[in-house]
């Protein structure tokens, strides 16, 4: 029991960075959503307005 390895202490900060990262791509996009639909026809009904939002990109790009 030599206590923690640093190959677990690699993995558990890969892990938590990881969640942080989805997280935050998943706000950056809702936000950047939620800002088209005030200026253009929603997704939900069909409109594309949210590719014009460069919100919503930046959140695609931080997911990737």
Do not use: Q
Request: aromatic content about 12%.
């Amino acid at each position: 029991m030599g206590g923690i390895s640093s190959d677990n202490v690699h993995g558990l900060v890969l892990a938590v960075s990881s969640s942080v990262f989805i997280g935050s791509s998943f706000i950056i996009k809702k936000k950047g959503l939620k800002k088209a639909g005030t200026t253009g026809l929603r997704a939900g009904s069909g409109g594309y307005s949210y590719l014009y939002e460069p919100w919503w990109w930046a959140g695609m790009v931080a997911s990737k």
